[in-house]
T-cell receptor, first 113, second 113 residues
Framework: DAKTTQPNSMESNEEEPVHLPCNHS???????IHWYRQLPSQGPEYVIH???SNVNNRMASLAIAEDRKSSTLILHRATLRDAAVYYC??????????????FGTGTRLQVTL | AAGVIQSPRHLIKEKRETATLKCYPI?????VYWYQQGPGQDPQFLIS???????DKGSIPDRFSAQQFSDYHSELNMSSLELGDSALYFC????????????FGNGTRLTVT
């Protein structure tokens, strides 16, 4: 599986936007970029995913670089409930089946008042 | 909306005993995944099933086995338990098409004493 690189931790103030970066320089053409987050004592939670174009949903936005070697997860207004470990994961979409997620070391986001 | 149900939530076993963890996927989801998360670690993929057939296998010990039944629920069987098997075990489910998000349960916390 292609690797991703994320900062170990980030801090944000509540109500401010947060930009979580992810580098994936060895991404292949069939890899989708997925983001999940894990709150304390809970299972991972899907946030957003994309292939080439920027994506928006109710939780976040995903900005994908033109060469696809990096991406940024954007939380528009961080709240205390957004404090979690955020995982950027490349998921192979080439074989037509629902492939596994391989979790690396994500970014621990701290949100303060 | 219905979520992934895992049972039991907590399980305490002694070394060399056996344990069975159960997972009930979201209705109409045909793919189930099992993950293990040790203390302070990231989730590690164990095994997955698609339409009741094993679809992928990760770092699952030979002492562990799993299957998906005709009603799509899955069970992870763990024998000859070791202290190092103490962890959170997550089940996730997804549907086709490929790259549908994984939906995780809240996990079973296994403690081996």
């Amino acid at each position: 599986d292609a690797k991703t690189t994320q900062p170990n931790s980030m801090e944000s103030n509540e109500e401010e936007p947060v930009h979580l970066p992810c580098n994936h320089s060895t991404i292949s053409g069939t890899d989708y970029i997925h983001w999940y987050r894990q709150l304390p004592s809970q299972g991972p939670e899907y946030v957003i995913h994309g292939l080439t174009s920027n994506v928006n949903n109710r939780m976040a936005s995903l900005a994908i670089a033109e060469d696809r070697k990096s991406s940024t997860l954007i939380l528009h207004r961080a709240t205390l409930r957004d404090a979690a470990v955020y995982y950027c994961i490349l998921r192979d979409g080439s074989d037509g089946t629902a492939s596994k997620l391989t979790f690396g070391t994500g970014t621990r986001l701290q949100v303060t008042l | 909306a219905a979520g992934v149900i895992q049972s039991p939530r907590h399980l305490i076993k002694e070394k060399r005993e056996t344990a069975t963890l159960k997972c009930y996927p979201i209705p109409r989801h045909d793919t189930v995944y099992w993950y293990q998360q040790g203390p302070g670690q990231d989730p590690q993929f164990l095994i997955s099933f698609y339409e009741k057939m094993q679809s992928d296998k990760g770092s699952i010990p030979d002492r562990f086995s799993a299957q998906q039944f005709s009603d799509y629920h899955s069970e992870l069987n763990m024998s000859s338990l070791e202290l190092g098997d103490s962890a959170l075990y997550f089940c996730a489910s997804s549907s086709n098409p490929e790259n549908s998000p994984l939906h995780f349960g809240n996990g079973t916390r296994l403690t081996v004493t």
